[in-house]
């Protein structure tokens, strides 16, 4: 006969473990919402009057698909729901993860090609790597879904709430590693064409494009290879520890990415102009033609970034009238 000390134990070590996994989500819940505070103003100035395209369609994706995940995954942990519904919660997270997590990455898709002067043979090559890679992701994460069980802490004491694992496979860390091989690739190009840009010219736009670009690989390849670590290295609890955490990470910082683009675009085309850097909202105070085609160009050269416009084919057109 078992140790009922040791079962004790076990049972105490497991509730512990579920018990930090909560802390994450709801950390990770927070840092979203904050960084969805801060970063609204810029939302409505920059985002929403935007014409509709690639861009501000995954911009709204990335950005909104979200938060039904961090809602449902508070509501998980803090409420006392059976093992089955716990499991049809971690299955719509899993689902909506891997898709979030593909919407992020579609928008480095289009940050890179449009480095590349929307070259089509990039765009093909991106694309078809992105199907290859994602169609094994999916294919994971269904597994990972058959064999991940929970069980609801009411049954252990009526003061407890929400779920925690009893098993699962670390086959998902394999999903990680070629999330990570995906964004290499897109690094890879990112460095490529940034050095030849930079010898022959620079700019401030220029310069934020590439540095978001490293910093956003270093940051997500640090979290994937944590979330790697971890589930070889811990138990089955801690399967989901930094799941939500790196699906809010992509969501932030690709959606900062666009917000920070638009908002140079504006303030670049402001000073070329000789405006003040108060820009978008003085330019729609005043209704000179200067003013007014300085906020089309910014929108146009924004939008080249993301393969919906040419650049300054419209300034060439709108100035020569």
Same mark, same amino acid.
Not at 143 to 159: E, G, H, L, R, W
Not at 254 to 264: G, K, N
């Given at each position: &006969?078992?140790?009922?000390?040791?079962q004790?134990?076990?049972?105490?070590?497991s509730? $512990?473990?579920?018990?930090?996994?909560?802390?994450?989500?709801?950390?990770? %819940?927070?840092?979203? &919402?904050?960084?969805?505070?801060?970063?609204l103003? #810029?939302?409505?100035s920059?985002?929403?009057?935007?014409?509709? *395209?690639?861009?501000?369609?995954?911009?709204?994706?990335?950005?909104?698909v979200?938060?039904?995940?961090?809602?449902?995954?508070?509501?998980?942990?803090? +409420? #006392?729901?059976?093992?089955?519904?716990?499991?049809?919660?971690?299955?719509y997270? +899993?689902?909506?993860?891997?898709? *979030?997590?593909?919407?992020?990455? &579609?928008?480095?898709?289009?940050?890179?090609?449009?480095?590349?002067?929307?070259?089509?043979?990039?765009?093909? !090559?991106?694309?078809?790597?992105?199907?290859?890679?994602?169609?094994p /992701?999916?294919?994971? /994460?269904?597994?990972?879904? %058959?064999?991940t069980?929970?069980?609801? =802490?009411?049954?252990?004491?009526? %003061?407890?709430? *929400?779920?925690?694992?009893?098993?699962?496979?670390?086959?998902?860390?394999?999903?990680?590693?070629?999330?990570?091989?995906? #964004?290499?690739?897109?690094?890879?190009?990112?460095?490529?064409?940034?050095?030849?840009?930079?010898?022959?010219?620079?700019?401030?736009?220029?310069? +934020?494009?590439?540095? #978001?670009?490293?910093?956003?690989?270093?940051?997500?390849?640090?979290?994937?290879?944590?979330?790697?670590?971890?589930?070889?290295?811990?138990?089955?609890?801690?399967?989901?520890?930094?799941?939500?955490?790196?699906?809010?990470?992509?969501?932030?910082? =690709?959606?900062?990415?666009?917000?920070?683009?638009?908002?140079?675009?504006?303030?670049?085309?402001?000073? $070329?102009? !000789?405006?003040?850097?108060?820009?978008?909202?003085?330019?729609?105070? +005043? !209704?000179?033609?200067?003013?007014?085609?300085?906020?089309?160009? %910014?929108?146009?050269?924004?939008?080249?970034?993301? *393969?919906?416009?040419?650049?300054?084919?419209?300034?060439?057109?709108?100035?020569?009238?």
């Amino acid at each position: &006969m078992s140790d009922p000390a040791a079962q004790l134990a076990l049972i105490l070590g497991s509730l $512990t473990r579920s018990q930090v996994v909560r802390y994450s989500n709801v950390a990770s %819940a927070c840092l979203f &919402m904050y960084d969805y505070v801060v970063t609204l103003p #810029d939302e409505i100035s920059l985002v929403w009057p935007a014409a509709w *395209g690639p861009g501000k369609i995954l911009f709204l994706l990335a950005r909104y698909v979200t938060w039904p995940e961090i809602t449902l995954a508070v509501y998980q942990q803090l +409420s #006392d729901i059976p093992a089955t519904e716990c499991h049809s919660f971690f299955t719509y997270f +899993s689902w909506s993860t891997v898709w *979030g997590i593909g919407v992020a990455e &579609m928008i480095l898709m289009l940050r890179t090609w449009a480095l590349w002067n929307r070259k089509q043979s990039i765009l093909i !090559g991106l694309v078809t790597l992105f199907c290859a890679i994602w169609a094994p /992701i999916s294919y994971i /994460i269904s597994v990972v879904n %058959a064999k991940t069980t929970f069980v609801a =802490s009411s049954s252990f004491s009526p %003061a407890l709430s *929400g779920c925690f694992v009893t098993g699962s496979t670390s086959l998902i860390s394999v999903a990680w590693i070629l999330l990570t091989c995906f #964004d290499f690739v897109i690094l890879g190009l990112t460095i490529i064409k940034g050095l030849e840009h930079f010898k022959h010219q620079s700019s401030t736009l220029l310069s +934020s494009l590439y540095r #978001d670009g490293l910093l956003y690989f270093v940051y997500l390849f640090s979290i994937a290879l944590a979330n790697v670590i971890v589930l070889y290295t811990t138990p089955p609890e801690f399967t989901i520890l930094l799941n939500n955490f790196q699906r809010v990470l992509h969501a932030m910082l =690709s959606c900062r990415i666009i917000l920070q683009l638009r908002a140079l675009a504006v303030r670049s085309e402001v000073q $070329t102009f !000789g405006l003040s850097s108060g820009g978008r909202r003085q330019q729609q105070w +005043s !209704g000179t033609h200067s003013q007014t085609l300085s906020v089309t160009v %910014a929108e146009d050269q924004t939008s080249a970034w993301f *393969g919906e416009g040419y650049g300054t084919s419209t300034l060439g057109r709108r100035w020569k009238k």
